[in-house]
Protein backbone atom coordinates (compact mmCIF):
# COMPACT_ATOMS: atom_id res chain seq x y z
CA UNK A 1 0.00 0.00 0.00
CA UNK A 2 1.71 3.81 -1.20
CA UNK A 3 2.59 5.33 2.16
CA UNK A 4 -0.02 8.28 1.72
CA UNK A 5 -2.90 5.84 1.26
CA UNK A 6 -1.83 4.48 4.53
CA UNK A 7 -1.53 7.95 6.05
CA UNK A 8 -5.06 8.84 4.84
CA UNK A 9 -6.24 5.50 6.73
CA UNK A 10 -4.65 5.72 9.91
CA UNK A 11 -6.11 9.75 9.86
CA UNK A 12 -9.64 8.66 9.43
CA UNK A 13 -8.83 6.06 12.40
CA UNK A 14 -7.69 9.05 14.69
CA UNK A 15 -10.94 10.93 13.60
CA UNK A 16 -13.63 8.65 14.31
CA UNK A 17 -11.47 7.84 17.68
CA UNK A 18 -11.80 11.51 18.17
CA UNK A 19 -15.66 11.73 17.84
CA UNK A 20 -15.96 8.12 19.80
CA UNK A 21 -14.03 10.13 22.96
CA UNK A 22 -16.43 12.28 22.23
CA UNK A 23 -14.70 14.71 20.78
CA UNK A 24 -15.52 17.10 17.90
CA UNK A 25 -12.58 16.12 15.75
CA UNK A 26 -13.69 19.57 13.34
CA UNK A 27 -12.56 21.91 16.09
CA UNK A 28 -9.40 24.29 15.65
CA UNK A 29 -7.39 22.66 17.93
CA UNK A 30 -7.70 19.30 16.73
CA UNK A 31 -7.92 19.76 12.48
CA UNK A 32 -4.25 18.89 12.40
CA UNK A 33 -4.17 15.46 15.05
CA UNK A 34 -5.26 13.08 12.58
CA UNK A 35 -2.25 13.87 10.45
CA UNK A 36 0.15 14.33 13.70
CA UNK A 37 -0.93 10.82 15.28
CA UNK A 38 -0.46 9.35 12.01
CA UNK A 39 2.93 10.78 11.44
CA UNK A 40 3.47 10.10 14.74
CA UNK A 41 3.06 6.46 15.02
CA UNK A 42 4.73 6.02 11.82
CA UNK A 43 7.86 6.95 13.51
CA UNK A 44 7.09 5.48 16.83
CA UNK A 45 7.08 1.95 14.98
CA UNK A 46 9.63 2.84 12.39
CA UNK A 47 11.37 -0.59 13.51
CA UNK A 48 9.16 -2.91 11.85
CA UNK A 49 10.88 -1.25 8.19
CA UNK A 50 14.28 -1.68 9.64
CA UNK A 51 16.53 -4.93 9.57
CA UNK A 52 18.44 -5.04 13.00
CA UNK A 53 20.95 -7.52 10.92
CA UNK A 54 21.71 -5.55 8.58
CA UNK A 55 22.95 -2.67 11.34
CA UNK A 56 24.95 -5.15 12.38
CA UNK A 57 26.37 -6.34 9.78
CA UNK A 58 28.03 -2.93 8.32
CA UNK A 59 30.20 -2.81 11.40
CA UNK A 60 31.89 -5.93 12.47
CA UNK A 61 35.41 -6.37 12.50
CA UNK A 62 38.23 -9.15 13.04
CA UNK A 63 39.52 -8.55 16.52
CA UNK A 64 41.09 -10.44 19.28
CA UNK A 65 39.86 -8.90 21.98
CA UNK A 66 38.23 -11.24 24.33
CA UNK A 67 37.15 -9.48 27.50
CA UNK A 68 33.71 -8.03 28.15
CA UNK A 69 32.72 -5.12 25.94
CA UNK A 70 29.69 -2.77 27.60
CA UNK A 71 27.68 -0.37 26.36
CA UNK A 72 25.28 0.66 29.52
CA UNK A 73 22.51 3.19 30.00
CA UNK A 74 21.34 3.23 26.14
CA UNK A 75 17.74 5.10 26.22
CA UNK A 76 14.90 3.49 24.58
CA UNK A 77 11.68 4.20 23.91
CA UNK A 78 8.92 1.67 23.41
CA UNK A 79 5.17 1.52 22.55
CA UNK A 80 3.21 -1.53 25.11
CA UNK A 81 1.39 -3.75 22.72
CA UNK A 82 -1.25 -4.52 25.46
CA UNK A 83 -2.12 -0.55 25.69
CA UNK A 84 -0.19 1.36 22.95
CA UNK A 85 1.22 3.91 25.64
CA UNK A 86 4.78 4.27 26.13
CA UNK A 87 7.50 2.64 28.01
CA UNK A 88 10.65 3.81 28.15
CA UNK A 89 14.15 3.47 30.12
CA UNK A 90 17.61 2.54 29.96
CA UNK A 91 19.58 -0.94 28.41
CA UNK A 92 22.44 -2.23 29.63
CA UNK A 93 24.10 -4.50 26.91
CA UNK A 94 27.46 -6.62 27.38
CA UNK A 95 29.25 -9.27 24.95
CA UNK A 96 32.54 -10.88 25.02
CA UNK A 97 33.96 -11.38 21.71
CA UNK A 98 34.96 -14.29 19.93
CA UNK A 99 37.69 -13.42 16.91
CA UNK A 100 34.89 -10.34 16.41
CA UNK A 101 33.47 -7.08 17.75
CA UNK A 102 30.97 -4.59 16.55
CA UNK A 103 31.25 -0.47 16.13
CA UNK A 104 29.30 0.48 19.77
CA UNK A 105 27.35 2.87 18.06
CA UNK A 106 25.70 0.30 16.74
CA UNK A 107 24.45 -1.39 20.07
CA UNK A 108 22.26 1.38 21.15
CA UNK A 109 20.95 1.01 16.57
CA UNK A 110 19.86 -2.39 17.29
CA UNK A 111 17.70 -1.08 20.57
CA UNK A 112 16.42 1.01 18.72
CA UNK A 113 14.94 -0.58 15.82
CA UNK A 114 13.11 -3.80 18.25
CA UNK A 115 12.01 -0.68 20.44
CA UNK A 116 10.28 1.04 17.69
CA UNK A 117 7.90 -2.01 17.31
CA UNK A 118 4.72 -2.65 19.49
CA UNK A 119 6.26 -4.68 22.23
CA UNK A 120 6.55 -6.14 25.55
CA UNK A 121 9.56 -5.92 27.22
CA UNK A 122 10.58 -9.35 28.07
CA UNK A 123 10.50 -9.58 23.98
CA UNK A 124 12.43 -6.60 23.53
CA UNK A 125 15.07 -7.94 25.93
CA UNK A 126 15.76 -10.99 24.32
CA UNK A 127 15.59 -9.88 21.10
CA UNK A 128 18.24 -7.87 21.30
CA UNK A 129 20.36 -10.43 23.13
CA UNK A 130 19.49 -13.10 20.10
CA UNK A 131 20.18 -10.86 17.16
CA UNK A 132 23.88 -9.72 18.91
CA UNK A 133 24.24 -13.35 20.01
CA UNK A 134 23.31 -15.30 16.28
CA UNK A 135 25.01 -12.36 14.21
CA UNK A 136 28.75 -11.95 16.17
CA UNK A 137 29.02 -15.41 17.27
CA UNK A 138 30.14 -14.11 20.29
CA UNK A 139 31.09 -16.50 23.95
CA UNK A 140 28.38 -14.43 25.49
CA UNK A 141 25.51 -11.75 25.63
CA UNK A 142 24.04 -10.19 28.45
CA UNK A 143 21.10 -7.59 28.13
CA UNK A 144 19.44 -6.19 31.17
CA UNK A 145 16.66 -3.27 30.40
CA UNK A 146 15.21 -1.13 33.40
CA UNK A 147 11.87 0.43 32.24
CA UNK A 148 8.91 2.39 32.94
CA UNK A 149 5.74 1.82 31.66
CA UNK A 150 2.85 4.22 31.62
CA UNK A 151 0.36 1.67 31.49
CA UNK A 152 1.00 1.13 34.86
CA UNK A 153 1.58 4.95 36.11
CA UNK A 154 -1.40 6.22 34.13
CA UNK A 155 -3.90 3.64 34.66
CA UNK A 156 -4.65 0.79 36.52
CA UNK A 157 -2.30 0.08 39.65
CA UNK A 158 -1.11 4.07 39.15
CA UNK A 159 2.37 2.92 40.35
CA UNK A 160 4.81 5.95 39.51
CA UNK A 161 7.86 4.77 40.75
CA UNK A 162 7.78 1.22 39.76
CA UNK A 163 10.64 0.27 37.58
CA UNK A 164 10.17 -3.06 35.95
CA UNK A 165 13.71 -5.07 35.29
CA UNK A 166 14.08 -7.72 32.67
CA UNK A 167 17.62 -9.48 31.55
CA UNK A 168 18.34 -12.09 29.08
CA UNK A 169 21.47 -14.27 29.33
CA UNK A 170 23.29 -16.47 26.83
CA UNK A 171 26.54 -17.94 26.24
CA UNK A 172 28.81 -17.30 29.04
CA UNK A 173 26.66 -14.87 30.76
CA UNK A 174 24.41 -18.02 31.16
CA UNK A 175 26.45 -20.64 32.15
CA UNK A 176 29.51 -19.01 34.41
CA UNK A 177 28.29 -17.08 37.55
CA UNK A 178 31.39 -14.86 37.37
CA UNK A 179 30.67 -13.51 34.24
CA UNK A 180 27.28 -12.48 35.22
CA UNK A 181 28.08 -11.24 37.97
CA UNK A 182 30.85 -8.98 36.69
CA UNK A 183 28.36 -7.51 34.38
CA UNK A 184 25.85 -7.15 36.54
CA UNK A 185 28.48 -4.92 38.70
CA UNK A 186 29.63 -3.09 35.97
CA UNK A 187 26.17 -1.84 35.16
CA UNK A 188 25.48 -0.24 38.43
CA UNK A 189 28.63 1.62 38.65
CA UNK A 190 28.56 5.68 37.89
CA UNK A 191 30.92 6.77 35.54
CA UNK A 192 33.46 9.65 37.51
CA UNK A 193 33.47 13.00 36.11
Given at each position: MPKARENKAVQRVITELLSQMGEDPSREGLLKTPDRVAKM??????????DANAV?????????????VIVRDIDFFSL????LVPFYGKCHIAYIPNGKIIGLSKLPRVVEVFARRL????????QIADTIFSR?????VG???????????????????????????????????K???EFLTLIQRKLET
Open positions: YEFLTKGYRELSKAVFTERYSEMCEHHQVQERLTQLKPQGVVMEARHLCMMMRGVEQHDSVATTSAMLGTFRDDVTRT
